[in-house]
């Protein structure tokens, strides 16, 4: 007798023809909670396999259930083009979506008639529970962690508390092909899930409930040699919510890391309260693990809007980390979020002036500029509602919800051309490393901007004077001229533009 068939499902995250890094995580946990059930697991990532459809009428005779996982925004585009052709071409196989966006609307996404399930929080657990009472017939009311249809009413049961994982076996790398993940050398990984914090913003926060969950370093080392071994990589994404939150598991990694022999230099997050636990000494051991670069979630310029958010770090902290990592020559990035409802005229500014500063402080600063963009389950969504903010009311609806196509009504106008000209111009110019950053057929206009506007770019970073900018306006015209020319969608961000209002 054939096993029956589970096909799990992640849809593209970033447009055609671009790379993602990352592997399809999500899918690999939940594989290691149902190993042990006698099932057939396929997974497809349509970032690496967008023509998906051979491939799922392979198993028509054995498959039993499709399960999707989603983040709000594009992912849920592909989710429901996948949806519903499973739908049309199997009107009987299970169809469960699982997720952050379906977990912070598990009722909203249960009203589509493409999707029979959604598990809501954690997923490992409440997967194989809702596969065993699929297979046995069971009933569905006691699952945790698991909303579904009943005769079109829907049900919600309670959510399973987040749990360390550790029971579970290991992920099985082998079920993708990992070195389709590798870009430019770098792999990303996790050593840990969760986070401590309370921000107003993220939804983190009532998902995890202040839990932080790490994992085994033996085996979290077992899998970076294997890793390696595979992939080869030089670099190492460790993409955890907030790898500084425990000093004694951070330090006793990077010990691990340089006594088993693994040679990888390696990027990471955390919160400026956090890293500012850190002796020099604890900074200097990073730095010999590996570590280069830092994100930091420094958000606002603002302290009162810090406040707002819950952030518990004040605009200080963030200086003084960056002023840390420079000493030990680890790279710092501020990520930042702009135009909260409260005072968005001057969270702007200054947001902005902070990012001066810290440039002042040291050339060698990167940043991410988002804007602030409500979601649901956020301690922040009430006061977006509260100001004007109509959300969508379906999941197509929110499939084209981001923080560029997005209509949040206490934007000001002049916002978007102010954060293209300091994000992509005035920022990236006041290091003349921007030069390496530039594609060959645009070089030649930036060894004239810097040699004829670099002292006038300094000057006004020195000045916090970036009025009349005429320079700023004229290297983003050659620069729109080049991604039309060569259909290319370069920036000097290296992530997107707020002038074109897209990703890049």
């Known amino acids: 007798m054939l096993k029956p068939t589970i096909i799990l499902f992640y849809p593209a995250t970033v447009p055609e023809n671009h790379q993602r890094f990352s592997m399809p995580y999500a899918l690999l946990y939940l594989e290691r909670a149902i190993r042990d059930l006698n099932i057939n697991v ?24 499709v399960g999707v996982s989603c983040m709000t925004g594009r992912q849920l585009k592909g989710g429901i083009a996948f949806s519903q052709y499973i739908r049309d071409l199997f009107p009987h196989v299970s169809i469960v979506w699982g997720g952050w ?10 009203r589509e008639n493409f999707i029979d399930f959604v598990v809501h929080g954690q997923g490992e657990m409440p ?28 049900h919600i049961n309670d959510r399973l508390p987040y749990s360390a994982t550790k029971h579970l076996p290991a992920v099985n790398f082998d079920l993708i092909d990992i070195n389709k993940y590798l870009c430019d050398g770098t792999l990303v990984y996790f050593a840990s899930h969760g986070c401590i914090y309370e921000c107003g913003f993220c939804a983190m926060s009532t998902q995890y409930k202040k839990k932080w969950f790490p994992k085994d370093i033996t085996q979290i080392i077992d899998e970076l040699i294997w890793l390696q071994g595979k992939t080869g990589f030089k670099w190492l994404n460790f993409q955890d919510d907030n790898f500084f939150v425990n000093r004694s598991f951070t330090v006793s990694l990077c010990k691990a890391i340089i006594d088993s022999g693994l040679k990888f230099e390696f990027v990471t997050s955390g919160h400026a309260r956090n890293v500012l636990m850190f002796s020099d000494s604890d900074i ?8 280069r670069k830092v994100y930091i979630g420094a958000e606002s ?18 200086f003084a980390v960056l002023k840390t990592l420079k000493k030990h020559q680890i790279i710092t990035v ?51 509602l509260a100001h004007g903010f109509k959300p969508p009311q379906n999941t197509a609806g929110w499939s084209n919800y981001t923080m560029f196509n997005t209509e949040i009504p206490w934007h000001k106008k002049h916002f978007r051309k102010k954060l293209e000209y300091f994000y992509n111009y005035y920022f990236p110019f006041y290091n003349k490393q921007v030069l390496n950053l530039a594609p060959d057929e645009l070089k030649m206009y930036v060894r004239v901007f810097l040699s004829l506007f670099g002292r006038l770019n300094r ?28 259909g290319k969608r370069f920036c000097f ?3 997107w533009s707020f002038y074109e209002n897209r990703y890049f």
């Open 42 to 65: 396929v997974i497809i990532d349509e970032d690496i396999s967008p023509d998906y459809k051979n491939t799922i009428t392979q198993y028509a005779e054995t498959l039993l259930m």
């Open 101 to 110: 966006h379906p977990s912070v609307l598990p009722e909203e996404t249960l």
């Open 127 to 154: 997967f194989r529970d809702l596969v065993l009472a699929i297979i046995n017939k069971w009933s569905f009311s006691s699952i945790k962690g698991l909303a579904y249809k009943i005769n079109g009413k829907i």
């Open 284 to 291: 200097n051991l990073l730095y010999k693990a590996g570590c």
């Open 301 to 318: 310029g603002s302290q009162k809007v810090l406040d707002l958010i819950n952030k518990k770090d004040t605009v200080e902290d963030n």
């Open 334 to 384: 501020f990520s930042t979020m702009v135009a909260l409802p409260e005072t968005p005229v001057e969270d702007v500014k200054m947001t902005l002036n902070m990012l001066r500063k810290g440039k002042l402080i040291d050339k060698d600063l990167e940043t991410l500029i988002f804007y602030y963009t409500p979601f649901p389950e956020t301690p922040l969504y009430a006061l977006a």
């Open 459 to 486: 000057w006004r970073f020195k000045l916090n004077f970036f009025i009349f900018p005429f320079e700023a306006r004229l290297m983003l015209y050659f620069v729109k001229r080049y991604n039309r020319t060569y």
């Open 493 to 495: 961000s290296g992530t």
